[in-house]
């Protein structure tokens, strides 16, 4: 069997063509502010592609490029302009915040307005997710959700097997899983003989962090595999946790990186921001 492969970066480009859409009927224009602390590269490039999802989606947006050694007094002092500008919905500050500072990534968090939480990570935010009633999802898991609707992959009644428990990516996504009828476990770095779990899995999500954690071995022929993490093979070339050909010979749907989850936490992100402006009365 040879999967479907899911394309995640076609489907971006029509949510956020969706979101343009939408955003023209707005009174006002929707605004997302991008906070980045400290120099790194991989940071840069990702507020570089949300300046340009911005672009696209008629969004108003800026950037807050920061020296490393700013501190987190003049970042939550940042955080609370922002949370008082109007023409801002949507607050995100990049992480992780450098290291070797004083930098309390919680306490940043804790200090967005819950309104324009875009990334969903404030524990109000959170807490809304857990009962199934919230105003943003965040973005990773979101955009996971969204593929498997469009490719009609309901997973009610589905085992789904979601490898990682990060707070950013791991958790919600079992969370979404549940609340769409998926029996779910969260396996971890604790979880003995993984690949006893993963097999049992109809939906499997991968979000690691580790070149070829999932082998051809550890899937249930059928599966649907979601490859979520961004790593560096040895070649520097970027791949998942997912070992994409052989596994791809035995699921039957699979998510490609590049080109799967990565452009739809994207997409994701502008139709938070979206929502943001509607929370704020734009529409
Ligand atoms: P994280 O915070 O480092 O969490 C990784 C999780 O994997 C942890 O829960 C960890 O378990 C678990 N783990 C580590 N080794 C394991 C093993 N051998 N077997 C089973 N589980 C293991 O990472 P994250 O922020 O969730 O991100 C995960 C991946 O997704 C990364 O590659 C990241 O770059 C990528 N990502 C992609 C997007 C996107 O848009 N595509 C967005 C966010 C993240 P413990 O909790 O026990 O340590």
């Not at 939480?117 to 999802?137: E, Q, R, S, T, W």
């Not at 604790?190 to 051809?216: E, F, H, N, W, Y």
């Not at 946790?241 to 502008?270: C, H, N, Q, W």
Request: glycine share 8%.
């Amino acid at each position: 069997m040879a999967a479907v492969i899911i394309d995640g970066k076609a489907l971006a480009a029509r949510c956020k063509g969706q979101v343009a859409q939408e955003a023209k009927r707005f009174r006002t224009r929707p605004g997302l502010a991008v906070i980045l602390v400290g120099n790194d590269p991989a940071s840069r490039v990702y507020v570089t592609s949300k300046r340009k999802d911005c672009e696209e989606c008629g969004f108003y947006s800026e950037e807050f490029a920061l020296p490393a050694e700013t501190g987190q007094k003049a970042l939550l002092e940042l955080v609370d302009v922002l949370n008082a500008r109007p023409e801002i919905d949507g607050i995100l500050c990049q992480l992780p915040l450098p290291k070797g500072y004083d930098y309390d990534e919680q306490e940043v968090l804790l200090r967005i307005d819950p309104s324009k939480d875009v990334d969903a990570f404030h524990p109000a935010n959170v807490g809304k997710i857990m009962i199934g009633n919230y105003d943003f999802l965040p973005c990773t898991p979101a955009g996971v959700m969204e593929m498997l609707e469009e490719y009609g992959i309901d997973p009610a009644g589905k085992r789904c097997v979601v490898v990682g428990r990060s707070n950013i990516v791991g958790k919600p996504q079992a969370m979404l899983l549940l609340h769409k009828h998926g029996t779910v476990t969260i396996c971890h770095s604790r979880t003995p003989d993984l690949a006893s779990i993963t097999r049992q899995a109809d939906i499997l999500v991968a979000a690691v962090g580790k070149v070829g954690l999932i082998t051809a071995e550890m899937v249930k022929p059928g599966a649907v595999v979601i490859d979520v993490a961004m790593n560096r093979n040895e070649a520097g070339k970027l791949c998942g946790d997912v070992d994409f050909a052989p596994v791809a010979e035995k699921a039957s749907y699979i998510t490609p990186v590049p080109g799967g989850v990565g452009p739809m936490t994207r997409a994701m992100l502008m139709k938070n921001t979206l929502t943001a402006a509607k929370l704020h009365g734009k529409e």
